[in-house]
């Protein structure tokens, strides 16, 4: 069964700062999706990132970007120049790829802006 | 326009209520998706409809009962609840339900079973 795991609970990072948001996933599949969801707390969650695991180069949106470790099955989120509206929950979540399957989510890690 | 709607924002229901949860999406989606999500936790998928009809039930009780009037709206009616069905009920929307597919969240609706 997949599973995705972050095992940081809880983060803070100071405003303009870099913050690095760690996942790490297990499937015996070769082609799926990974993805960032960050969940504020007025609570609609928001896609931030999406990286196909055939592609090596890694997904970036603007000040976030991920690295993706296919061999290591990792995919951590890089967050750039933090800002105040970054604070949020972030769930790091795997779907198997051309199936109906569900998203797998980790337990999210909430992270906290300090101005 | 890329909102998928949610009524009400909160509902307070005895466990003895029948009440109903709705969602509403205009994007032409043909997925809709219903979640519960407790407090600190991850959404748990509760129910897929795929072209109006039920796809996945993640074997949830039956005094939910979910419903899809046609391809913008969704329902999740709610019977006989106990208190600890108390969570965040997401809906969500996708163009398929195929993973290639990204999937818009609601903002959600507060329950609190008393």
């Known amino acids: 069964a997949q599973t995705v795991t972050q095992s940081q609970p809880e983060m803070s990072v100071q405003e303009a700062e870099t913050v690095t948001l760690s996942c790490t996933y297990d499937?015996?599949?070769?082609?799926?999706?990974l993805f960032w969801y960050k969940q504020p707390p007025s609570r609609q969650m928001i896609l931030v990132i999406r990286q196909e695991a055939y592609k090596q180069q890694n997904a970036t949106e603007n000040r976030f970007s991920v690295n993706f470790q296919k061999a290591a099955k990792s995919f951590s989120l890089k967050i750039s120049d933090s800002q105040l509206g970054d604070a949020a929950m972030y769930f790091c979540a795997y779907r198997a790829m051309n199936r109906d399957d569900k998203i797998i989510f980790g337990k999210g890690t909430r992270l906290h802006i300090l101005p | 326009d890329t909102e998928v709607t949610q009524t009400p924002k909160h509902l307070v229901m005895g466990m003895t209520n029948k009440k109903s949860l709705k969602c509403e999406q205009h994007m032409g989606h043909r997925a809709m998706y219903w979640y519960k999500q407790k407090a600190k936790k991850p959404p748990e998928l509760m129910f897929v409809y795929s072209y109006e009809k039920l796809s996945i039930n993640e074997s949830v009780p039956s005094r939910f009962s979910p419903e899809c009037p046609n391809s913008s709206l969704l329902n999740l009616h709610l019977h006989a609840l106990q208190p600890e069905d108390s969570a965040l009920y997401l809906c969500?929307?996708?163009?398929?339900?195929?993973?290639?597919?990204?999937?818009?969240f609601g903002p959600g609706t507060r329950l609190t079973v008393t």
């Open positions: 499937t015996s599949e070769s082609d799926y999706y």
């Open positions: 969500a929307s996708s163009q398929g339900a195929d993973s290639s597919y990204e999937q818009y």
